[in-house]
């Protein structure tokens, strides 16, 4: 892939991957209150229908996770790592663009495990009898707020370091 065209590709994928991180961000994000008597059988009441919008969401967020993760791949693999390599080959190492490789890297580590505890918590949240147990319910939907604030902060920082990677990679070009 010609400079240029390697340049543009990342410019890209940080502008959808900070697209997809206000997409995932939408969803749980919003603080609830302890639960009143009305709010409790609100719960009861809607458990299936609430059900089939956390079976949607969690399809929803597996096919955002796949997109993710393949960009991010794609960013390090195909752009980060290579290009620091021909660097170092050349002697015109970076020390800026070095930091940027292992924080993302260290990030895209994160994401995954961050990714890996929300699936559970919402699985979790899923096999959650909530007629039965609507406290219980309620209080595995806070912690799964919460990991999924954790989730949009692990994307909005890798979409910050493919920025400031496509920034490194301008400035050193107007150098060359």
Do not use: W
Not at 1 to 22: E, H, L, Y
Not at 148 to 161: H, P, Q, W
């Amino acid at each position: 892939m010609a400079g240029g065209s390697t340049v543009g590709f990342i410019k890209q994928i940080s502008v959808v991957t900070i697209a997809a991180t206000f997409t995932v961000a939408g969803v749980l994000t919003y603080p609830v209150m302890a639960l009143s008597q009305n709010q409790e059988n609100a719960i009861v009441q809607d458990c299936d229908n609430i059900k089939q919008s956390l079976i949607k969401l969690q399809h929803s967020d597996s096919r955002t996770r796949t997109y993710l993760g393949s960009a991010y791949e794609a960013i390090s693999g195909r752009f980060i790592t290579p290009l620091n390599l021909r660097l170092v080959k050349n002697n015109l190492p970076s020390t800026e663009l070095f930091k940027i490789q292992n924080e993302f890297i260290a990030a895209q580590n994160n994401f995954r495990n961050l990714y890996v505890e929300y699936m559970r918590e919402l699985e979790g949240l899923i096999a959650t009898d909530c007629t039965a147990h609507p406290e219980e319910f309620y209080k595995k939907l806070e912690a799964l707020r919460t990991k999924r604030e954790s989730l949009r902060s692990s994307t909005k920082a890798l979409a910050n370091l493919a920025e400031q990677q496509y920034q490194t990679v301008t400035a050193l070009k107007e150098t060359l």
